[in-house]
């Protein structure tokens, strides 16, 4: 019995990878986004000079130091500042299911050229601080949750990413140690209610779940309540697209990976993903991805 239950354990873990995407010289994004029902490990070597922010959107992560003799859990929204230049900090996590990670990672040298003029209010940038280990946990701040969710959700052209991930990285080092949010709320009204923030993403498991037969735009905003004209600038405001275009990029991944699964035939997963008929699943993949399933499975072989 006991050799049983540790192989459905093992079975339940699984070896985790890091989507790396380097923006400049000294200046590192990694992402994971464990969709899976597994447990998912990741072990990454970081040089001391890197300081490290790590922010958890969904689910929770679990940080092992020293063989796992020392753990550090991040819990959803949450993020964790960690720096030590007496010695190396190495990646090593449990991701949890259905857990996103997003990790920057900016060398000490880098980074205090980007702050040399505001040392006294970042405490670990002080002349007296400067060789001494630095941690800070925190919560994610709404500002910061849009800006990781396009992270994370990124969609556009793969010959601007780096571009893209570059202004985007300085932006959230921006809000990280931005002092007053009050500017931030001025220019997006819509997040002085936090509550509405909850509400979009609330709507966003919505279209998910029910990615099949979704409900209509007016019937998502009275399921959330949040007015229509709310509904819309806040989806756009969090996850950088309309409603309808996140769920057509999110059916189309889904798509894809059944594809590759090798389980289902074209009309089966067109059924799956929410279209009727099998004409109108081929013409929406091949306006993502530029090519028919047909075409697409066998590229896979």
């Known amino acids: 019995m006991n050799v049983n239950n540790d192989n459905s354990a093992l079975e339940n873990v699984a070896k985790g990878t890091f989507d790396e995407t380097k923006v400049d010289e000294g200046f ?11 447990l998912q490990y990741i072990e990454r070597e970081i040089d001391s000079d890197f300081i490290q922010f790590h922010f958890c959107l969904k689910g929770s992560i679990k940080f092992n130091f020293n063989s796992g003799r020392y753990v550090l859990d991040i819990l959803e929204e949450n993020s964790l500042l960690l720096y030590n230049p007496q010695r190396e900090l190495p990646i090593n996590l449990e991701i949890s299911p259905k857990s996103w990670l997003i990790t920057v990672l900016i060398s000490i040298k880098k980074f205090h050229g980007l702050f040399s003029q505001e040392a006294d209010y970042i405490t670990f940038l002080s002349d007296d601080n400067r060789d001494k280990k630095y941690y800070k946990d925190g919560k994610i701040s709404p500002s910061m949750a849009i800006v990781l969710n396009q992270l994370i959700n990124y969609n556009l052209n793969r010959s601007i990413k780096n571009l893209y991930f570059k202004g985007k990285a300085y ?9 007053n949010e009050d500017a931030d709320i001025e220019q997006c009204p819509f997040l002085v209610d936090e ?17 099949v037969e979704p409900p209509t735009l007016q019937e998502l905003s009275e399921e959330i309540g949040l007015s229509l004209k709310k509904l819309k600038e806040g989806f756009k405001q969090i996850y950088g697209d309309s409603v309808y275009s996140f769920l057509f990029e999110y059916k189309m991944e889904v798509a894809r990976k059944l594809l590759e699964s090798g389980n289902y035939n074209v009309s089966e997963v067109g059924l799956k993903v929410g279209y009727s008929t099998a004409s109108h699943f081929i ?14 499975i066998m590229s896979l072989s």
């Open 28 to 38: 590192i994004i990694l992402l994971n986004k464990n969709e899976s029902d597994k």
């Open 171 to 179: 932006e959230i080092l921006s809000l990280y140690f931005n002092r």
């Open 195 to 211: 509550s509405n923030v909850i509400k979009i993403r609330k709507a966003k498991d919505i279209i998910i779940s029910r990615m």
């Open 283 to 296: 013409a929406a993949f091949k306006k993502k991805y530029r090519t028919t399933p047909k075409k697409y």
